[in-house]
């Protein structure tokens, strides 16, 4: 008689033709076991649960123009495309130094780059984010970097899985931090804000044109029922936009999550702190390119390579923005919005 205790539970029946919810896409998650589900996913322009797309991948190689031997900085690992990429094209002796500060992701980015075979020393992996940049190359490429990327966008590892509080799309913990085990949630943050630093917050962060309209109706909804949940944000939103249509209430929703998530993860200080580390980072004739994804990271990149190129930091800078191929935008949505500018040092 055969012992049913010893045979693996069934996983989980989910209602519909394909799942839903993140904890269900388990063969997304796998791609090593389920390569053919995986193509098709890809095949239908979407970013397979779990995984993400490196953007503009040739464009960015093209102006950073890596060498063998050359010593590489990729300032945000994320899944590693563009550090696949980067480590391969400096090789035979060149080396990538890449930072990342996220405690979840970055073990399983440096096991896969790891197991592409290439020598241990030609991959050093910092847990940081890039406003460290300067103090890890002081310790590991003190004469500067040939090559150096920074792409500014979050991973779809992060926002797809509810865990990270960073979507509107499913209901989870209202987090948004890129590293979870530092600084406050976005439910704290919310919870102590006051009105003229979120109305700041909505305005500066996200362009958002009802900035003070929502912030008063965010803080009066804290007073009654503290926001915890990421549906218990993007509901709120939506009560206070009635007479809007469904599309204009989801661009806002986008905007205001996008506006707390800069806030509590301090991007454009960071942002910030990187660009003021560039030139110090960078030997001369060295290349750098910066893949933004909003307006508020795209001026600041743009005035700092404009004032380095005006004061003789920089001897070149593009003079556009380069933008995703009408290809890629149409097989990998989440690049429509990504800026990529350049600099020669």
Known sequence: MNDSSSKPPRRPRYQGKNPRQFDQKYKERQPDRYSEDVA????SGKTPAGTHRPIMVAEIIDRLRPRPGDTAVDCTLGYGGHSRELLKAVQPGGRLIALDADPLELPKTEQRLRALGYPDESLVIARTNFA????????????GADVLLADLGLSSMQIDDPARGFSYKQDGPLDMRMN????????????KVNLATLVK??????????????????????????????????????????????????????RVFQAIRIAVNDEFEVLDSLLRQLPQ???????????????????????????GLATGVYSRVSPDVIRATFEEQRSNPRSSPAKLRWAVR
Do not use: Y
């Open 40 to 43: 098709k996913i890809v095949a």
């Open 132 to 143: 460290g940049l300067s103090r890890t190359l002081a310790e590991h490429a003190p004469e």
């Open 180 to 191: 979870p085990q530092r600084g406050h949630s976005a439910a704290e943050w919310l919870s």
């Open 201 to 254: 917050a909505l305005a500066e962060n996200s362009d958002e044109p009802q900035a003070v309209m929502l912030a008063r109706v965010i803080l009066d909804a804290q007073s009654d029922h503290p926001l915890t949940t990421t549906l218990d944000l993007a509901e709120l939103i939506r009560r206070a936009l009635p007479r809007h249509s469904a599309d204009d209430v989801t661009a806002t929703i986008q």
């Open 281 to 307: 980072c960078v030997k001369p004739g060295g290349r750098i390119a910066i893949l933004t994804f909003h307006s508020g990271e795209d001026r600041r990149v743009k005035h700092a390579f404009k004032e």
